[in-house]
């Protein structure tokens, strides 16, 4: 991870030089670039069939490269019986064997997620007693999408000594914002998730929006703002750090 885009966004303004001066210490400690800690459980929450894939599916293939004992718990919050059968083909072609943890599909009714909170909240909370991922991806708080954001509300509501990660959906709003978190994605992961979600998900094919660009220009996005050597990146929503000796 890195947070470099703190010196881009100053030094845009003209402030780089006097903030630096003045906050040495904590310029050092945005400057540098930090490492993924050792994981070994990871928490994936999508609203629906494809949200993981799209938001935050590249730094997953990434992810199983580099970690040797990581274990990705999977769960969608809808869908119906074809959409769940297009979500498990593509989290066993995503995920490999060795590295499959639950793979959950809920059946809550897609776009009235938010008059169906205290059931959803009963879900979030049987998560919770199975559940204790060191890292969680999830929606973003202010997502356009109804619910997207109620799984990100949940999401905060029940895993509070976690470290989350709010990923991004492009969309017809136009909802997307200023990320701070970016992992640069490898070529070959980033053509990977490109492919994986135009094989998957033919239910989707229809739509204007599901275009292998769209998943590729975003990356291509993101790593311009993050100087991903490779071309490729994709970006997150931080809302807390926590700095500790
Ligand atoms: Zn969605």
Redesign the pocket.
């Known amino acids: 991870m890195t947070f470099t885009r703190v010196e881009k966004r100053l030094g845009k303004f003209g402030e780089h030089n006097a903030w630096r001066t003045q906050q040495p210490h904590v310029f050092h400690q945005f400057e540098n670039f930090m490492k993924w800690k050792t994981l070994r459980s990871v928490l994936c929450l999508g609203?629906?069939a494809d949200?993981i894939e799209i938001g935050c599916g590249a730094t997953l293939l990434e992810l199983q490269q580099s970690q040797s004992e990581m274990k990705i718990d999977w769960v969608v919050f809808s869908g119906d019986a074809t959409r769940a059968e297009e979500s498990k083909a593509c989290f066993e072609r995503w995920i490999d064997a060795n590295r499959r943890g639950r793979l959950i599909a809920y059946t809550f009714e897609d776009t009235l997620f938010p008059v169906q909170r205290r059931e959803m909240k009963d879900a979030f909370q049987s998560l919770a007693r199975v559940c204790s991922p060191d890292l969680i991806f999830t929606h973003r708080s202010d997502d356009a999408?109804q619910?997207?954001r109620m799984v990100a509300e949940l999401t905060w509501n029940t895993f509070r000594d976690h470290t989350i990660l709010e990923y991004e959906?492009a969309k017809y709003e136009g909802d997307l914002g200023r990320p701070n978190v970016f992992v640069p994605i490898s070529k070959e992961n980033a053509e990977r998730k490109v492919k994986l979600l135009a094989d998957h998900y033919q239910s989707q094919h229809s739509k204007p929006w599901y275009r292998s660009e769209t998943f590729r220009s975003l990356m291509t996005l993101r790593a311009v703002e993050c100087r991903s050597s490779s071309g490729f990146a994709e970006a997150f929503h931080g809302r807390k750090l926590t700095l500790s000796n």
């Open positions: 609203a629906h949200d999408h619910d997207h959906i």
